[in-house]
């Protein structure tokens, strides 16, 4: 029997589309791996958590992870200008 464990990773954004998002992390995550991404900090009408697939990885001369995503489905307009600062 398989048990439910919650991992989480505080990621820092890079850069973010309607079609994908950016991420720098310290830990890596192989290409094809489902995202569950938390949006913290952002208003109430803009949905918290979305779903991101990993296309692609490369390790930086620092040490950390930059990843690659593109999303389970697209952002709209308004919840990306809503994500921007």
């Known amino acids: 029997m398989n048990e439910r ?3 989480s990773w505080q990621v820092s954004v890079v ?3 309607i079609g ?3 991420l720098r992390s310290s830990r ?3 290409r ?3 995202l569950k991404l938390e949006v ?3 208003p109430a009408w803009v949905r918290q958590d979305r779903l991101a697939r990993v296309v692609h ?3 930086e001369s620092a ?3 930059i990843i690659g995503c593109v999303w389970g489905s697209q952002l709209s307009e308004s919840d990306l200008k809503a994500l921007l600062p």
Do not use: H, M, P, Y
Request: no cysteine.
């Open 15 to 17: 850069n973010i589309s």
């Open 57 to 59: 990885a490369r390790r």
């Open 20 to 22: 994908g998002i950016k």
């Open 5 to 7: 464990t919650d991992l």
């Open 40 to 42: 913290e900090d952002a």
């Open 32 to 34: 094809g791996t489902f």
């Open 28 to 30: 890596q995550f192989t």
């Open 63 to 65: 040490g950390n992870w």
